[in-house]
């Protein structure tokens, strides 16, 4: 299987990889959206899953503007 890119391998783009991956694991074991946002209502759980994709789109900005990487390196493809 043919790869389309290569993994860059200086140890700036290594460094700054493991800061992403350490600060989302950060903040997928915190309990951030209970911090923010308190109560059962439906706005407060809405508004609390609001707060987890707007994690997702920053993983998806720290990999493509931060690492360079297309989305096809963690699977995101066009259907075919």
Request: glycine content about 8%.
């Amino acid at each position: 299987m043919d790869n389309s890119f290569a993994y860059p391998t200086s140890p700036r783009t290594t460094m700054l990889a493991l800061c992403g991956l350490g600060g989302t694991l950060l903040f997928c074991l915190l309990p951030i959206g209970h911090w923010l946002i308190s109560g059962t209502s439906m706005s407060a759980l809405l508004a609390r899953e609001a707060i987890w994709w707007s994690f997702a789109l920053a993983i998806l900005y720290w990999l493509t503007a931060v690492e360079h990487l297309p989305l096809s390196s963690i699977g995101f493809r066009r259907p075919t």
